[in-house]
């Protein structure tokens, strides 16, 4: 069975910072594409930032320079270092992996940034 658990979301004020993890279960882990995906509401879910097997890391224009992605693949662990948050960062975080046709999904985390 494959899980992935997100954690970290939570309520921070504009111009602070979240750390969220994702733990993989069930997966070989190394083998696939991992991302940071979210969805505000009335809105599509979009890319935030990932992390390819191949050690590449892409981001969303809208993130880059304040968000860092990272993943530690002996313990099965997708992070994202998120500062200098501002209110249009607020949205549902979820956590994905993706090996060609296989896409897994989190349940998601709430991130709110308001004062």
């Known amino acids: 069975q494959v899980q992935l658990v997100e954690s970290g979301g939570g309520l921070v004020q504009p111009g602070g910072s979240l750390r969220l993890s994702c733990v993989a279960s069930?997966?070989?882990?190394?083998?696939?594409?991992m991302g940071w995906y979210r969805q505000a509401p009335g809105k599509e879910r979009e890319l935030v930032a990932e992390f390819t097997t191949w050690g590449r890391t892409n981001y969303a224009d809208f993130v880059k320079g304040r968000f860092t992605i990272s993943r530690d693949n002996a313990q099965n662990t997708v992070s994202l270092q998120m500062d200098s948050l501002k209110a249009q960062d607020t949205a549902v975080y979820y956590c994905n992996a993706g090996e060609n046709d296989i896409n897994y999904w989190g349940q998601g985390t709430q991130v709110t940034v308001s004062s």
């Open positions: 069930g997966i070989s882990f190394s083998y696939y594409d």
